[in-house]
């Protein structure tokens, strides 16, 4: 049995469809996935410390998800933001403020990221709708050695052919894809 692997732009195709058909909300998918991805990790590794590195689009929105699910797993959880939650995507920016609600949301720091205290670094960074190489400010947050679970793909990896789209990309011990 072979299974046919979709493109970015097809998934990003099929997921409007869905939202455009009345059946589920930009929301709803964030949910799943943020929670998915948060059950893929639970199952994988043991509860510890966090680092959630969360992105200006949706894949920052679903990484405020795992965030929310670790925590209330037993995880000791920090959020990281590239850019600010002002210009968030309605759906990104309510799960952001769900999050800072109760914790602290640290402005983007890649010294600071890689030197804080971590098990387990999420990748919520860049997603499916990435068209572009990462810069070195994002590439060097992942500096701290800990293990990195991607969400959709690791930053700074071309979803269609799996190769950099610049001078690097994260890499991930784990990779969560959605369909």
Not at 66 to 91: E, F, K, N, Y
Not at 100 to 125: E, F, K, N, Q
Not at 155 to 173: N, Y
Request: hydrophobic share 45%; charged share 15%; net charge negative.
């Amino acid at each position: 049995m072979s299974a046919d692997l979709i493109t970015a732009e097809q998934m990003r195709r099929l997921e409007q469809d869905e939202i455009r058909s009345g059946r589920v909300t930009g929301l709803d998918l964030m949910e799943r996935a943020g929670q998915g991805a948060a059950t893929v990790i639970a199952q994988r590794f043991p509860a510890g410390r966090v680092s959630v590195l969360c992105g200006p689009g949706n894949n920052g929105g679903d990484g405020f998800v795992i965030a929310r699910s670790l925590a209330a797993r037993g995880w000791a959880v920090t959020v990281w933001l590239l850019g600010q939650a002002v210009r968030l995507p309605p759906d990104a920016r309510q799960n952001h403020d769900l999050w800072a609600g109760d914790h602290p949301v640290h402005p983007w720091a890649p010294a600071a990221i890689a030197a804080t205290p971590a098990d387990l670094v999420v990748d919520a960074v860049f997603g499916a709708g990435l068209t572009r190489g990462v810069g070195a400010e994002v590439l060097a947050a992942f500096d701290g050695g800990a293990p990195v679970v991607a969400i959709d793909a690791p930053s700074g990896l071309c979803m269609d052919s799996g190769r950099p789209l610049g001078a690097g990309a994260v890499r991930a011990a784990v990779t969560v894809t959605f369909h």
